[in-house]
Every structure is written in C-alpha cells, then in structure tokens.
Nanobody, 121 residues
Framework: QVQLVESGGGLVQAGGSLRLSCAASGSTFSINTMGWYRQAPGKQRELVASISSGGITNYTDSVKGRFAISGDNAKNTVYLQMNSLKPEDTAVYYC???????????????WGQGTQVTVSS
C-alpha cells in the first residue's frame, strides 16, 4: 500500500505562482512514474504533467512553458511549480503515483486526496 500526501494548493491572482508537493510513503514499492492531474468543475480529469523515475517529463500543451515538474527520488516526492497562472488553471489537482510493489507483476496506481488551486482574474 502506498499513501500520498499533497500540499501547496491555494488561492492566487492571475499571473502568480504556486508550488505543489506530493510525497509517497509505504513499504516495498518503487516508483515508475509520478504525475499531476487536474479536474475542473464539469470537466474530465486531465493529465497536467508527469515525470518518470529516469527524469523524463511530459506536459499537456496548455501548461508548457509555465509549469515545471520535478522529482526527488530519495524522498519519493514530486513537485509541480506553476508560474504565470491563469483563471483556466483553476481546478482540483491530484497527484498520481504509478508504482511496482514488491515482486508483484505490473504497475499499480495510487491517487492523492486532491488539492484545490484557484486562480482569480
């Protein structure tokens, strides 16, 4: 079992910045990928950014050049630095950790509880 603890959401004016953190804990797991998803009211959850254990990153087009994802493998923690925030970035942001558990085959997904990001115009 893997637990994820998110922090860093809040209210910010357009053009401002926020930094989200997500720490994974548990026993006998290794991280394959960690990422951030978001879900705005009335919309589907969408991938914002992801990072592999090898440091390969992926971003949705709408945040390229504004958001940066990074990871600390030693701490099993992923960060999302969000700059030049826009009102359309308002959503609940969820952390995803895709892991291997012990000797089990396959990858398993664990989600954080979500953190609200609100950008005012």
């Amino acid at each position: 079992q893997v637990q994820l603890v998110e922090s860093g959401g809040g209210l910010v004016q357009a053009g401002g910045s926020l930094r989200l953190s997500c720490a994974a804990s548990g026993s006998t797991f290794s991280i394959n990928t960690m990422g951030w998803y978001r879900q705005a009211p009335g919309k589907q959850r969408e991938l914002v950014a992801s990072i592999s254990s090898g440091g390969i990153t992926n971003y949705t087009d709408s945040v390229k050049g504004r958001f940066a994802i990074s990871g600390d493998n030693a701490k099993n923690t992923v960060y999302l630095q969000m700059n030049s925030l826009k009102p359309e970035d308002t959503a609940v942001y969820y952390c995803l950790s895709r892991v291997r558990i012990g000797s089990l085959l396959g990858l398993y997904d664990y989600w954080g509880q979500g953190t609200q990001v609100t950008v005012s115009s």
